[in-house]
């Protein structure tokens, strides 16, 4: 699953900077405050239920035809409700007449979207993750194929858009097809009892996902409607590339999701593996934070019709915004744990109160600093709760903090950054061979540190071998 995503992700961001570069900043920016508020409000239009449903199918086979017949017509409601609620929210904004029906359409779009990912739930419960791992990145490489087939046409934001929401619904209509045959044909058979029950478990959830989405994303939203298009543009050029570092985690996280939630009481094999995942996690994202950070102007090539100092600016919010994906690296995964063993509601009112944090430091700042504001607020406020998580999992858990990997972590990446910096500004060498030359270092430096020892590799080799 990480591989495909890994393959397809910075793809997709090469060509949606090329679709950014070809319809200009200023329109590209609104679009994406539309698309921001779309994806805030599709972020919570479930309410929670995506990550009950896995959860609970996680915990117990029953769940699927015991709740499933209400959940699904359920589920289908609520997507109907965000419809509406995102345009009138739209109008709410001061968006009108072209942009109404742009925020329409690609609500639409987000809308088959998150409910393919409420059905891979299913998947994902029943560790079918080899067909979900095809599943995460077709709708993407559909829309790849599709966005590439409109360049030599003439792209425009119509058809942009109309290729986007034609790829969520083939790619939802694939995966209903694929649970009809691999659980056979359900009965729908809404229940109010039961989809009460269901929504009363998930609103902790439901609360969790918005507050995420609005710490995450709010940003270009407020610099489009507070400062300028422009502004948005240039703050969405640097968090595409995050986003698609962020694809790492969302792809492995909700795996750890699962399995935290199948072993709720059983604190030594939750302790074994969050001193896993810590890992799994953390490791290969110091890497990508370090080449954001000293070779960050790299990943803005596609910009040709940008001036260089627009493309400095965008490197700048870009390694803010890193740093930020570097704090993601290291504390996400305790976020999960809390998240999986039904500790919601302090993980939700510690990430509101950083989203309120945000927003007045938004208020504040975004006037006078644009993007560099939204990208140093939001990094602040992932330390802020980072800092509560480690708080958290002790007290409400009972597993004990890897407070020594961490530090090996820690200097791990302290030493690579320290040898990139001398690649950097003696060795003179091309961005490839110093990219590959500083995984090397990262490489020893995590057996050197005894972030992995060489025993452990030793003893999968082993075990790979007798099998």
């Known amino acids: 699953m990480v591989l495909l995503n890994l393959l397809i992700k910075p793809g997709w961001v090469v060509l949606e900077n090329v679709v950014q570069d070809r319809l200009g900043h200023e329109l590209f920016g609104t679009f994406t405050a539309v698309l921001t508020l779309a994806t805030i409000v599709a972020a919570v239009s479930d309410l929670g239920t995506t990550q009950l449903s896995t959860k609970r199918l996680a915990a117990s086979a029953s769940y699927f035809p015991d709740f499933f017949p209400t959940l699904l017509p359920l589920r289908a409601g609520l997507g109907g409700g965000f419809l509406a609620l995102t345009v009138g929210l739209g109008w709410l904004l001061g968006y009108r007449?072209?942009?109404?029906?742009?925020?329409?359409?690609?609500?639409?779009?987000?809308?088959?979207?998150?409910?393919?990912?409420?059905?891979?739930?299913?998947?994902?419960?029943?560790?079918?993750?080899?067909?979900?791992?095809?599943?995460?990145?077709?709708?993407?490489?559909?829309?790849?194929?599709?966005?590439?087939?409109?360049?030599?046409?003439?792209?425009?934001?119509?058809?942009?858009?109309?290729?986007?929401?034609?790829?969520?619904?083939?790619?939802?209509?694939?995966?209903?097809?694929?649970i009809r045959r691999f659980y056979g044909r359900l009965r729908l058979r809404p229940r109010w009892p039961l989809a009460r029950q269901v929504l009363r478990e998930s609103l902790p959830l439901a609360l969790i996902t918005l507050v995420y989405g609005l710490n995450e994303r709010v940003d270009m939203l407020m610099l489009e409607r507070l400062v300028s298009a422009r502004e948005a543009s240039y703050y969405a050029a640097a968090y595409r590339w995050v986003d698609a570092v962020m694809m790492y985690l969302w792809t492995v996280l909700p795996l750890f999701f699962a399995k935290f939630a199948r072993a709720t009481g059983q604190s030594g094999e939750q302790q074994q593996l969050l001193w896993f995942g810590q890992r799994v996690v953390t490791v290969p994202l110091l890497l990508v934070v370090a080449f954001g950070l000293f070779r960050g102007e790299l990943l803005f090539?596609?910009?040709?019709?940008?001036?260089?100092?627009?493309?400095?600016?965008?490197?700048?919010?870009?390694?803010?915004?890193?740093?930020?994906?570097?704090?993601?690296?290291?504390?996400a995964i305790y976020s999960t744990l809390l998240t999986s063993t039904d500790h919601e509601k302090p993980v939700s009112w510690l990430v509101t109160g950083s989203i309120v944090l945000n927003v007045g430091l938004n208020f504040w700042l975004m006037p006078r600093y644009g993007a560099l504001a939204g990208a140093a607020n939001?990094?602040?406020?992932?330390?802020?709760?980072?800092?509560?998580?480690?708080?958290?999992?002790?007290?409400?858990t009972g597993v004990t903090l890897p407070v020594r990997l961490l530090g090996q972590l820690a200097l791990t990446f302290a030493g690579l950054c320290a040898g990139w910096y001398v690649l950097r500004t003696s060795a003179g060498l091309p961005w490839w061979l110093e990219t590959a030359l500083a995984a090397v270092w990262l490489l020893a430096l995590v057996f050197a540190l005894g972030v992995v020892r060489v025993r452990e590799v030793r003893a999968v080799l082993r075990r790979r071998a007798a099998h």
């Open 378 to 396: 939001t990094l602040l406020c992932a330390v802020v709760v980072s800092g509560g998580y480690l708080w958290l999992v002790p007290r409400r």
């Open 301 to 331: 090539f596609q910009f040709g019709h940008s001036t260089p100092a627009e493309i400095g600016y965008m490197t700048r919010c870009l390694q803010l915004l890193f740093l930020n994906v570097l704090v993601h690296g290291f504390f």
């Open 97 to 178: 007449n072209y942009w109404l029906l742009v925020l329409a359409a690609v609500a639409a779009g987000l809308l088959f979207t998150h409910y393919t990912q409420f059905l891979r739930g299913v998947l994902q419960a029943h560790q079918r993750f080899t067909t979900d791992a095809v599943l995460s990145v077709l709708e993407r490489v559909l829309l790849l194929g599709l966005v590439l087939a409109l360049l030599p046409l003439g792209l425009t934001l119509e058809r942009f858009v109309a290729a986007r929401v034609v790829a969520g619904l083939f790619t939802l209509l694939l995966l209903g097809s694929l």
